[in-house]
T-cell receptor, first 115, second 110 residues
Framework: GAVVSQHPSWVICKSGTSVKIECRSL??????MFWYRQFPKQSLMLMAT?????????EQGVEKDKFLINHASLTLSTLTVTSAHPEDSSFYIC???????????FGPGTRLTVL | SQQGEEDPQALSIQEGENATMNCSYK?????LQWYRQNSGRGLVHLIL?????REKHSGRLRVTLDTSKKSSSLLITASRAADTASYFC??????????FGKGITLSVRP
């Protein structure tokens, strides 16, 4: 399958700072990228869907001003958690899909801990 | 909102035994997929079964889909310790999104 990378794999930051997470599709052009959030021992919850060159579509209840998503190219999407707070601590996973989008390739995830 | 619901929530078996995991969902789907997640890691795509398919095989994996009952099962035959992980079913519907179930924790004892 296709390879998707995420960077960083883990990050610890102070409350109030912003954190950027990168998601890259390494060997294919991703028409669509997805960002998920996973709490310990729970399922993945879709946060937003992004298409290259257009604004991301956020799921209900996800604050778009807090979780900024940029999909600058067909191989790169970034998620910026702005003014992070301890409740934002979670495992963030991205996925990338070509067309059709029914097969998604997942990155290894980023563990965010906000102190 | 979650679409798939797996059961059991946790399963512990001996190496060499078969593991059966079930998933039920609520709305119509285009396909259903199963993923594996090792602790603290990303998801690995295992198998996809389309709504017009009833059974699919991939190596030691066998997936069934019953759209009339809105349910699917994943069978792992001759389990190995390395199969220890969390398994998620995910449905893909007309909204072009994957919706994940809560997951099943499989422990395979050596």
């Amino acid at each position: 399958g296709a390879v998707v990378s995420q960077h960083p794999s883990w990050v610890i930051c102070k409350s109030g700072t912003s954190v950027k997470i990168e998601c890259r599709s390494l060997d294919f052009q991703a028409t669509t990228m997805f960002w998920y959030r996973q709490f310990p021992k729970q399922s993945l919850m879709l946060m937003a869907t992004s298409n290259e060159g257009s604004k991301a579509t956020y799921e209900q209840g996800v604050e778009k001003d807090k979780f900024l998503i940029n999909h600058a190219s067909l191989t790169l999407s970034t998620l910026t958690v702005t003014s992070a707070h301890p409740e934002d601590s979670s495992f963030y996973i991205c996925s990338a899909a070509g067309a059709p989008a029914d097969t998604q390739y997942f990155g290894p995830g980023t563990r965010l801990t906000v102190l | 909102s979650q679409q798939g619901e797996e059961d059991p929530q946790a399963l512990s078996i001996q190496e060499g035994e078969n593991a059966t995991m079930n998933c039920s969902y609520k709305t119509s789907i285009n396909n259903l997929q199963w993923y594996r997640q090792n602790s603290g890691r990303g998801l690995v795509h295992l198998i996809l079964i389309r709504s017009n398919e009833r059974e699919k095989h991939s190596g030691r994996l066998r997936v069934t889909l019953d759209t009339s009952k809105k349910s699917s099962s994943l069978l792992i035959t001759a389990s190995r310790a390395a199969d220890t992980a969390s398994y998620f079913c995910a449905t893909f519907g007309a909204n072009s999104k994957l919706t994940f179930g809560k997951g099943i924790t499989l422990s395979v004892r050596p």
